[in-house]
């Protein structure tokens, strides 16, 4: 391995912070759509952002196989998930219990979708994208919203939300979304569809 120095710093207090970024992720979980700030991180191994790199110290360890994008698939963001988290680097996305992706996010046909056994055992995709904020580009809907979330472009292609709309139909199976930009993060877990323009989706002004 190369100098490890920045990256022993990690949580300056591994327990406390790792408890609160686990309760973060929890609630951004249960209330899709809403934005959530994580705090900074002394130390990020490029690619990775400072959300990116919270989360991974947070959930990941040697039980949950994790894959990697070609473009997060680097020395730096290898040798830090080795030494902080222990978690093994599989080569495809169907394999991993999450995937981090810096780039492009890939078909998510590729990605386990879990079984109707066992719907947990799917894929959670750690996605690195353009911007984390509220506005009006995207809506949302489903459990934990009441009525609409809506949210900026996160600069998600047409191709993956044409690809979400197709995994729906599989719930509760399904792949789950953490999106990160520098330190903040929004999730979009199976259970949520994304509105055309001009939709009032069935539960409009009830929270469920």
């Not at 686990?22 to 690619?47: K, N, Q, S, W």
């Not at 400072?50 to 039980?63: K, M, Q, Y």
């Not at 509760?172 to 569809?193: E, N």
Request: glycine share 8%; charged share 15%; aromatic share 6%.
């Amino acid at each position: 391995m190369s100098d490890l120095g920045p990256m022993g710093t990690g949580f300056a207090d591994a327990v406390q912070q790792s408890q609160a970024i686990f309760r973060c992720v929890l609630d951004a979980m249960a209330r899709p759509g809403t934005c959530h700030e994580i705090p900074e991180m002394p130390y990020a191994p490029p690619p990775l952002n400072a959300a990116s790199t919270a989360i991974t110290l947070t959930l990941l360890d040697d039980s949950t196989p994790v894959w990697l994008d070609p473009v997060a698939d680097t020395a730096p963001v290898r040798e830090f998930l080795a030494f902080h988290c222990g978690c093994p680097i599989v080569g495809t996305p169907n394999d991993s219990a999450f995937s981090i992706v810096a780039g492009t996010v890939p078909q998510l046909d590729s990605f386990n979708p879990g079984s109707d056994e066992f719907p947990e055992n799917s894929t959670t995709i750690i996605a690195q994208v353009q911007t984390v904020q509220s506005g009006d580009a995207i809506a949302l809907a489903g459990p934990g919203i009441d009525g609409i979330a809506a949210i900026g472009d996160p600069g998600l292609t047409a191709e993956f939300w044409r690809q979400k709309a197709e995994l729906e139909p599989l719930y509760p199976c399904g792949i789950d979304l953490i999106l990160t930009a520098k330190h903040r993060i929004i999730c979009m877990p199976r259970s949520v569809q994304r509105l055309a323009p001009g939709t009032v989706p069935s539960n409009q002004g009830a929270d469920s």
